[in-house]
């Protein structure tokens, strides 16, 4: 569900644009057969009615998506920005939240998927864990079985 | 014992409102309470909150719904969570 090529970091001197990230994020889904080409529209259509950040404390997240239904198969891909980037809030979308810790879904059946779900969304109670991961000088392979043991145990 | 009817609320009915279903499921089973949960999206939700006791959203809704509303995002972020499920079963408790 989450391999090494699905894993993006933004230094300081490269910090995106929310389209761009959201962009380049759903390109790497797509390279890994785990979207097509409908996802990255979808999704940007979903985030610009439904934005995905999420009001944490410590250090924000967003969780974009698209339907289910868009889905070939399940992953996620995960972006880590040492600069934050703005997302709309999800409950409050007239407010924004900065966010360093960017986790796009591609579920293609999320009943299936809740253990990860809800693993993924405990994880964002530990604003430590995910602060050290942005700040790690560890090598891509090292962050991603970082990730994986925390969200995916029986995977990692 | 009646049955309590759940509109579970998100942009696409399918991701956070997985997530805050199954906290609802187990909060309620933990309480007593016969819980049914609906996953909707904000359109659907509008057109049969009639058939239901309580909206849970994660994501911002407009207007009256004619039933009570609470703001579930706290499934997500995991902040406040222990409030919102007491504020859910209280109300289920009704």
Redesign the interface.
């Known amino acids: 569900m989450l391999t090494p090529d699905l894993l993006l970091r933004f230094p300081g001197d490269t910090v995106p644009t929310q389209p761009d990230l959201l962009e380049a994020m759903a390109k790497r889904l797509q390279a890994a057969g785990a979207v097509d080409e409908r996802f990255l529209p979808a999704l940007l259509e979903?985030e610009a009615?439904?934005p995905t950040g999420?009001?944490?404390?410590g250090i924000g997240?967003a969780?974009p998506?698209?339907?289910?239904g868009l889905a070939l198969r399940s992953a996620m891909c995960v972006a880590l920005l040492s600069e934050p980037v703005a997302f709309h809030r999800?409950?409050?979308?007239e407010e924004q939240v900065s966010v360093q810790v960017v986790v796009m879904?591609a579920?293609a059946n999320?009943?299936q998927?809740?253990q990860v779900?809800?693993s993924i969304?405990?994880s964002?109670?530990d604003a430590r864990f995910w602060r050290s991961l942005v700040e790690s000088p560890l090598s891509h392979e090292d962050l991603v079985s970082r990730i994986k043991g925390r969200l995916m145990p029986e995977e990692a | 014992v009646t049955r309590k009817r759940v509109l579970v609320v998100c942009g696409t009915a399918g991701i956070t409102s997985t997530v805050a279903e199954k906290e609802i499921m187990k909060a309620a089973a933990s309480a007593g309470i016969d819980v049914q949960t609906i996953k909707l999206t904000p359109h659907e939700a509008r057109l049969r909150a009639n058939e239901a006791d309580l909206i849970v959203s994660m994501t911002a809704l407009q207007g009256d719904f004619g039933i009570p509303l609470i703001n579930g995002i706290s499934f997500v972020t995991g902040l406040g969570k222990a409030e919102i499920i007491k504020r859910i079963v209280d109300e289920l408790k009704k």
């Open positions: 979903r009615n439904y999420l009001p944490t404390e997240f969780i998506h698209a339907d289910a999800m409950d409050c979308p879904l579920l999320p009943d998927q809740a779900l809800g969304t405990r964002f109670e």
